[in-house]
């Protein structure tokens, strides 16, 4: 956090419990982009791995969990150093979600790959690259407690959504023109949800960021618009935020 505490192993603590999340995201996001892969390529290997190593994932989050709580039970935080655990226990279950999506993923991906390759979904690739960007934007977000930053990942998800519809239309119209059989579609669309859900955890990533450094809950979208709105109508006007309580 940025301000030191009397106590220098409270502040060890705390930081080694931002390290442990920023581990389990890595993870998360190398799961992800190695899914993605495993479809685009049909590499078998690949996706059996990230099956294979979703309980390292599992245990980074029961190890970070219990971490949350003994600084609970034994620091008694308070302020900006409350808002940080609870938004640190929140982002650890996000992350293991994220995980078991990268998880789907490749076992699509495995089903694929049993099936003659026939037709190329032009958006997929789109869109997994736009949701893996909001992941990896939404950690940096955390890391250096950016407000701004996160408040970009909330509006930006708009394209990946605009994305997952297209994809969707694609993979319609490829149907209806007999260039892809419809089990075969079906399986993309979901692996296009997938992305799509794992993009909406990265925002909410984002807004419990947004919640940690300056104490506004924004989950519900109109909720973020609003938010925007007013910051943008301060910024035009001069106007200083007003801190947070209890900071």
Known sequence: M????????????????????????????????????????????????????DHQINELEVDAEEMCLR???????????LRFISTAMKIITTLERMGDLAVNISKRSLELGQEPRTGVCFHLPIMAEAAEDLVRRA??????????????VCTDDEYVDQTYKKLIEELMQMMTDKIIPIPRAMKIMLVAKYLERIADHAVHISEMVVFMVVGKIIRHQQTTLDYLDDQFHKSRHGEKEAPPANP
């Open 2 to 53: 940025e301000r030191a505490h009397i106590n220098t192993k409270y502040d060890e603590e705390l930081s080694l419990l931002k390290k442990r999340i920023l581990r389990m995201g890595e993870m998360v996001v190398n799961n992800i982009e190695n899914a993605i892969v495993s479809v685009t390529s049909r590499d078998h290997d690949l996706a059996q791995i990230i099956l294979d190593s």
């Open 139 to 152: 950690l940096n977000a955390f890391v250096a407690e950016d407000v701004d930053q996160s408040l970009k």
């Open 71 to 81: 600084i609970i039970a034994l620091r008694q935080p308070a302020g900006r150093d």
